[in-house]
């Protein structure tokens, strides 16, 4: 390797911390110490400024928070509990709880959820704490309706798992329909592209060798004073897609800087703020903060894509995603971000007034985060079956000059529903169903052609059965035509059929 990672050439975190307590630390946000290295240069820079100070504040759903309620008379041992409806995880001691930032309400669904509970508790309002429990010798109560505030609470710690991303994928859409994501709603047709993530101000981009930060590490976080506990879950820093846990009191924290949001037609979430300190210990440390926006790159990726291994459509910094307008495919698109730039900006200031007033102190990570974790995707090791084991491959097709009655006494001879148009070449032209021809012969028409449907939702061989019951309950159809990549028939697939096999796997 030919470096100690971690090692404090430049300066140590007992000088800094010496500096900050007699208000002598130079102390500059990632924004000012990336302008002051063009200014300046590195060498000069390093030299003269001990702390850079970053922040971010995004959608961060991998959050939430441990709750001690207290024991109540006669006490009880939660079975089961709701925080203004919404369910937090009770498979733990008698009245602890977790409730997580994306659990959205029984009542309220996609419009109030964990994170917006978390923001209320922070916020001191009261919160409805409804819980069941099947009632044991030594905890005999078995259901419980009362009102709490944060205050109430014994502990109430904010725990979360995945926070703080190193990097984040810009998100774009090739269909022709409009898709809701966590990524935000992505217009068809490449209509927009949307991002997260600070860039120039982003924590782990100005420690990208996590150097500096580790276990233990004091960060601010949600206002409060926070740490670093570990590697956050999908830590896969080898990828440049490093995680961070972190853990803090939420008593002490401040609701503009926890907000609980919802993402149109997709879910809920936390919004959290959270600063690092990054000390300048060494050439290497103080290089990486000094990256600015144009040096910080990531991917487009189409999310039209239903897989996990998504078309990247090509590499943007963030100086392009922050001006509003991205080019894609030759085209200029509108681009927005779901983090806030302006929140981030006065975290790291926050951050910086902090320690310039000496009331926030540096700690050396008791443990550094690996650097060559692994990221493994979840293999579905049982066979799940495909479009190929359960469609027609014998299909009933017609040519749009064909007769309607023609058609429709075939449809009820053969005992089918759907019937593909095709060319004389069999390649797919439309789809009319017996409703279809039914209206038809009703109005008086004659011709497949003048009402056969002509933009056809059809299937693959190898998709999966779960795609094409999604693509059913989409267009609210009841059977899909299977087609080769030239778009000829080689099949059909119908909600009867999916039925019949789900029927069989159940069958002794």
Not at 378 to 404: G, N
Request: charged share 25%; net charge neutral.
């Amino acid at each position: 390797m030919g470096f100690v990672r971690g090692e404090e050439s430049l300066r140590t975190y007992e000088e800094i911390n010496e500096k900050v307590r007699h208000g002598d630390a130079v102390v500059m946000t990632a924004e000012e110490f990336a302008s002051y290295v063009e200014q300046a240069g590195l060498e000069k820079a390093a030299k003269e400024v001990d702390v850079v100070t970053t922040g971010t504040f995004g959608a961060m759903c991998s959050s939430g928070a441990f709750l001690n309620f207290g024991h109540t008379e006669p006490p009880m041992k939660m079975y089961r509990c709701w925080l203004n409806d919404v369910p937090a995880y009770k498979g733990l001691a008698a009245v602890d709880a977790y409730i997580g930032a994306t659990a959205m309400s029984e009542t309220r669904g996609f419009e109030y959820g964990g994170g917006h509970v978390i923001e209320d508790l922070v916020s001191g309002r009261e919160v409805e704490l409804r819980a069941e429990a099947y009632g044991t010798d030594c905890y005999p109560r078995k259901y419980l309706e009362t009102h709490i505030t944060i205050e109430d609470l014994n502990q109430a710690v904010l725990l979360n798992p995945r926070n703080a991303s190193q990097r984040y994928v810009a998100a774009t859409n090739s269909t022709d329909r409009t898709l809701y994501t966590y990524m935000g709603t992505l217009l068809p047709h490449y209509g927009n592209v949307t991002f997260s993530g600070s860039g120039v101000l982003n924590p782990l981009c100005k420690d990208s060798g996590f150097e500096t930060i580790g276990v233990g590490t004091r960060i601010f976080l949600g206002g409060g004073v926070g740490y670093v506990i570990g590697e956050g879950t999908q830590h896969n820093p080898r990828k440049g897609f490093g995680t961070l846990m972190v853990k803090g009191d939420l008593k002490r924290m401040n609701p503009r800087y926890l907000r609980g949001a919802s993402i149109y037609r997709y879910g809920t979430t936390l919004y959290v703020g959270v600063g690092i300190p990054i000390p300048l210990i060494n050439m290497r440390v103080a290089k990486t903060a000094a990256l600015r926006d144009e040096d910080i790159w990531t991917d487009i990726v189409d999310y039209g894509v239903p897989s996990r291994n998504r078309l990247a459509i090509r590499k943007v910094n963030y100086k392009e995603l922050k001006s509003g307008r991205v080019v894609v495919n030759d085209e200029t698109v509108p681009c927005s971000p779901l983090s806030s730039i302006r929140m981030a900006r006065e975290i790291a200031e926050t951050l910086k007034k902090w320690l310039t007033e000496g009331i926030f102190f540096l700690t050396r990570p008791v443990e550094l985060l690996p650097t060559d974790t692994v990221f493994k995707p979840l293999e579905v090791k049982r066979r799940e079956p495909r479009v190929r084991d359960v469609m027609k491959a014998e299909v009933i097709t017609a040519k749009p000059t064909d007769d309607i009655r023609a058609v429709a006494k075939l449809l009820v001879n053969r005992g089918v529903d759907h019937i593909p148009i095709v060319d004389d070449k069999g390649v797919l032209v439309g789809i009319v169903t017996s409703w279809d021809l039914a209206k038809a012969l009703a109005l008086g028409k004659d011709r497949l052609m003048d009402v056969m449907t002509r933009r056809v939702v059809t299937a693959g061989l190898d998709d999966s059965i779960d795609s094409v019951v999604s693509k059913m309950s989409r267009y609210n159809i009841s059977g899909l035509p299977v087609v080769d990549d030239r778009r000829r028939v080689i099949g059909l697939i119908t909600a009867d059929d999916i039925s019949r096999r789900l029927y069989r796997r159940f069958l002794p």
